[in-house]
């Protein structure tokens, strides 16, 4: 049987601590030293290039969340599941960038802030045409792979070929391929006959 001195003492150590403040340990743009034999300017320069790069791809994730959800019309089914798959891949390469970059630094994370850095444009918050959701993605990966180009060839420069083999093996063959899958979408051929 349990006293109630004991009883009181097991829920006071069960009791979440809430409400805890604390200082911010790392601010955004700071570099964390780690032994990688990587100098600091390599570094800086890495985190800010990935660091755009993720941003545009966090909005790029939602972009095809969005049209996941607002998809219609005959192909319906086959672009509902498309663009969800294509979100999940995006999904692995964010938290695979998020990841390289907190090896360096401070990966950008909330929305909010996010939304100060991409470059790519902000929908209408309604449904459009198929159509124009479709280019609206084209357009996207287009500047991601601008971007992911650029860092490639500044990553090579500096040696970071670990952030220089993500991005080339990983970011940009996956966003290139996304891209085919989804401009195939927008070829103008005849459904039922030619």
Same mark, same amino acid.
């Given at each position: 049987?349990?006293?109630?001195?004991?009883?009181?003492?097991?829920?006071?150590?069960?009791?979440?601590?809430?409400?805890?403040?604390?200082?911010?340990?790392?601010?955004?743009?700071?570099?964390?030293?780690?032994?990688?034999?990587?100098?600091?300017? $390599?570094?800086?320069?890495? %985190?800010? +290039?990935?660091?755009? *790069?993720? #941003?545009?791809? =966090? !909005?790029?994730?939602?972009?095809?969340?969005?049209?996941?959800?607002?998809?219609?019309?005959?192909?319906?089914?086959?672009?509902?599941?498309?663009?969800?798959?294509?979100?999940?891949?995006?999904?692995?390469?964010?938290?695979?960038?998020?990841?390289?970059?907190?090896?360096?630094?401070?990966?950008?994370?909330?929305?909010?802030?996010?939304?100060?850095?991409?470059?790519?444009?902000?929908?209408?918050?309604? $449904?459009?045409?198929?159509? %124009?959701? +479709?280019?609206?993605? *084209?357009? #996207?990966?287009? =500047? !991601?792979?601008?971007?992911?180009?650029?860092?490639?060839?500044?990553?090579?420069?500096?040696?970071?070929?670990?952030?220089?083999?993500?991005?080339?093996?990983?970011?940009?063959?996956?966003?290139?391929?996304?891209?085919?899958?989804?401009?195939?979408?927008?070829?103008?051929?005849?459904?039922?006959?030619?």
């Amino acid at each position: 049987m349990i006293n109630r001195q004991t009883e009181s003492r097991v829920a006071t150590q069960s009791q979440p601590l809430l409400r805890q403040k604390g200082e911010e340990l790392q601010r955004f743009g700071q570099l964390r030293y780690m032994p990688i034999a990587l100098g600091e300017d $390599a570094r800086a320069e890495s %985190v800010h +290039l990935v660091n755009e *790069i993720l #941003a545009d791809s =966090i !909005i790029l994730y939602n972009l095809y969340k969005k049209h996941h959800w607002l998809m219609r019309g005959h192909t319906f089914y086959q672009l509902h599941l498309l663009l969800d798959k294509h979100a999940e891949e995006q999904l692995a390469l964010i938290d695979l960038m998020g990841e390289r970059v907190q090896t360096l630094g401070v990966a950008v994370a909330d929305p909010r802030h996010v939304a100060e850095i991409t470059t790519i444009e902000r929908p209408p918050n309604g $449904a459009e045409e198929v159509p %124009v959701m +479709l280019s609206r993605l *084209i357009d #996207a990966h287009e =500047i !991601i792979i601008q971007k992911i180009r650029v860092a490639i060839e500044r990553t090579d420069e500096s040696k970071d070929w670990g952030t220089n083999d993500l991005l080339m093996s990983d970011v940009l063959r996956r966003n290139e391929i996304q891209t085919w899958f989804i401009a195939e979408h927008l070829v103008d051929t005849p459904v039922v006959r030619s």
